[in-house]
Structures are given as C-alpha cells and as structure tokens.
C-alpha cells in the first residue's frame, strides 16, 4: 500500500534554530497538508496546499512557517526561529482528491530546547 | 467552526471484551475517518465513512450523517488495540477536524 513518508522521525534543535520537516507524499496525490499535535492534546490542522499554493492556514500557522514543494516530490515545512512551544508531533498528509482519505505519514517528532 | 466530539474519554477493558466508541460531530460533513494512534504516535487510518457501515476484521464502524453521529466497534479485544482513537470530519473545504480522542487500554 502506498505511504506518505516523512524524515526525520525524531529532531532536536535549539530554540531560535531553524528546522525543515520533510515529507513525501504518494505520488499522484494532489492534496497535501501539515497537521501538527503537541502532547497528550488533538491533532491540529496547520495547512493545506494544492495547485502549487496554500489554500487554507490555521491562527498557528504564522510568518514563522512556510510550504514548499520544491521538486514536484517533496513537500517540506519549515519552521524559521523555533519557539519551546513549537515542541509537537508533526504530520504531513496527502490526499488523491476531494471525496477521498487522507493518508497520514509516521510523523516527526519534533523537540525545541 | 466544526465541533468534534469523542465518547468516552478513557476505556479500560480486559482482553477479550468489546468495545463501543462514539463520535459526535455539530454540522453536516463530507467525510468521516478513524484512526488508530499506537504507542509510537503514528496515525494508522481505520476507516474512511462518511456514512453506513464498513467492517475489517474485528473492526466496525458506522456512520449516520443525518443524525451526526459515528460509531467505531472492537470486537474480542487485544492488547494491540492500545492506543488513542481519533475520529476527523471533513466540512465543506478541505481540513480535517479531530475529535480529542479516547484512550483505549486493553489489559492482559
């Protein structure tokens, strides 16, 4: 069965770093999304990305988070000045088309000291 | 916006029982998944149902959209079926909305 993979499954970085969060996700998905969950909380929506641009962004996602597809691959999340608070489980998401599941990847495990 | 409910919050059985869990949810939506959340935090997808009823395996679900409601059913427990229970709505555009979850511990 297809899967959306996601590296790295575990980063520790140092308040004020920047991060990128990698995901692939299965190939003739069009949808692509970021959901994120802080520990022992929901899952949370973040973003949403199709036809090469957002279309849709939560409160959560502020200037200090941006998309990329850079290759028609891979679908990155970069996060530019880390706060503690930004210490979750992120997950990246895609989907075939609208009427269809998403399918989630394993995660990254994100920590912020 | 959406509001997703999960009943219970916690379930404790024993290895073998069966088990119900509920999702309520406040609008019309589009679709409805499950997902199973194991110990490692990985989102397994259980069902995709935006209404009537699937099975796989020990696992059933059903969905009635008009009364805005999801059931999840687990048959003859097993310790691997620890985990969180997450039910997500899709209304209108396309985000998905969680519910809080329920704790299920299955105990040897």
């Known amino acids: 069965e297809p899967e959306v993979t996601q590296t790295p499954s575990h980063q520790v970085t140092q308040m004020g770093q920047e991060v990128i969060l990698r995901c692939v996700p299965i190939?003739?998905?069009?949808?692509f999304y970021w959901y994120r969950q802080i520990l022992g909380q929901k899952v949370e929506f973040l973003v949403s990305?199709?036809?090469?641009?957002?279309?849709?962004k939560s409160e959560i996602f502020d200037d200090q988070f941006s998309v990329e597809r850079p290759d028609g691959s891979n679908f990155t999340l970069k996060i530019r000045s880390t706060k503690l608070e930004d210490s979750a489980m992120y997950f990246c998401?895609?989907?075939?088309?609208?009427?269809?599941?998403?399918?989630f990847g394993s995660g990254t495990r994100l920590t912020v000291v | 916006g959406i509001q997703v409910e999960q009943s219970p919050p916690d379930l404790i059985l024993q290895e073998g029982a069966n088990s119900t869990l509920r999702c309520n949810f406040s609008?019309?939506?589009?679709?409805l998944q499950w997902f199973h959340q194991n110990p490692w935090g990985q989102l397994i997808n259980l069902f995709y149902?935006?209404?009537g009823t699937k099975q796989n395996g020990r696992l059933s679900a059903t969905t009635v959209a008009t009364e805005r409601y999801s059931l999840l059913y687990i048959s003859s427990s097993q310790t691997t079926d620890s985990g969180v229970y997450f039910c997500?709505?899709?209304?209108?555009?396309?985000?998905?909305?969680f519910g809080q979850g329920t704790r299920l511990t299955i105990n040897p």
């Open positions: 990305f199709y036809n090469n641009e957002i279309s849709e």
């Open positions: 997500a709505v899709i209304q209108g555009a396309q985000k998905l909305v």
């Open positions: 190939s003739n998905h069009l949808y």
């Open positions: 609008d019309s939506v589009n679709n």
């Open positions: 998401a895609s989907r075939s088309g609208a009427g269809y599941g998403y399918t």
């Open positions: 149902i935006p209404s």
